[in-house]
């Protein structure tokens, strides 16, 4: 029965972590490459915008996350009509990790070598191109910043579980804290540590590869 629980708990925790990590690309990296290329002295410099930007940006960032999924429950209740379960997560999930993401996407794209655009740019290039050109070549980077996205979406998750978000999170903090079940507790956070792990040594492994291949 246990071993059942973990299962399905696993399962919800993997589709949260999921659908939040499409919605943090989705939204994310077009932030991450305005971020970038609006820089003082990019290829489209806004400097009052980025600077706008960049605060907005920082401001959602320094939400803790217990508060802002607290904050976010009514907009789950309106997007889907409950802000209980793991679908109603995914929201608040994801807005988190969209400015994070972003970040990390921006210092990802800024590793791309100046000359190479310098060079892009000489060839008569547009700044789609270019971007794309950046994209393309920051590509390990960016992965990299995508498996530490979903690590740390993972570890949002199990804070999400104490109002009850669904996954392992909720399962620990439910049944193996509140009613007094240490191995409920002790399988949740093993289990965790294992997901962890499997994402980690796989994206590293897809890292090298992308940068072998590069």
Do not use: H, W
Not at 23 to 43: D, H, R
Not at 50 to 63: D, Y
Not at 159 to 173: N, R, S
Not at 199 to 204: C, E, K, L, N
């Amino acid at each position: 029965m246990i071993f059942d629980m973990i299962y399905n708990s696993t399962l919800e925790t993997l589709y949260m972590v999921f659908c939040s990590c499409i919605f943090a690309v989705i939204f994310g990296l077009p932030l991450g490459v305005f971020l970038c290329i609006t820089k003082e002295g990019s290829i489209l410099p806004m400097p009052l915008t980025n600077k706008a930007l960049g605060a907005i940006v920082n401001t959602a960032r320094s939400f803790p996350f217990i508060i802002l999924i607290i904050l976010l429950l009514p907009l789950s209740r309106l997007i889907i009509g409950t802000s209980i379960g793991s679908t109603a997560a995914i929201i608040p999930l994801s807005i988190s990790a969209i400015p994070f993401v972003a970040r990390l996407f921006e210092g990802a794209l800024q590793e791309v070598d100046k000359g190479l655009i310098e060079a892009t740019l000489s060839m008569g290039a547009n700044k789609l191109t270019i971007v794309k050109m950046m994209i393309a070549e920051s590509l390990p980077s960016l992965t990299n910043a995508l498996i530490i996205t979903t690590i740390s979406l993972i570890g949002y998750s199990a804070m999400a579980g104490a109002v009850g978000a669904g996954g392992l999170g909720d399962l620990a903090i439910r049944i193996g804290y509140q009613t007094y079940r240490p191995d409920v507790l002790f399988y949740s956070v093993i289990t965790i540590i294992i997901l962890v792990q499997i994402i980690q040594t796989s994206g590293d492994l897809i890292v090298k590869k992308l940068r072998k291949n590069k």
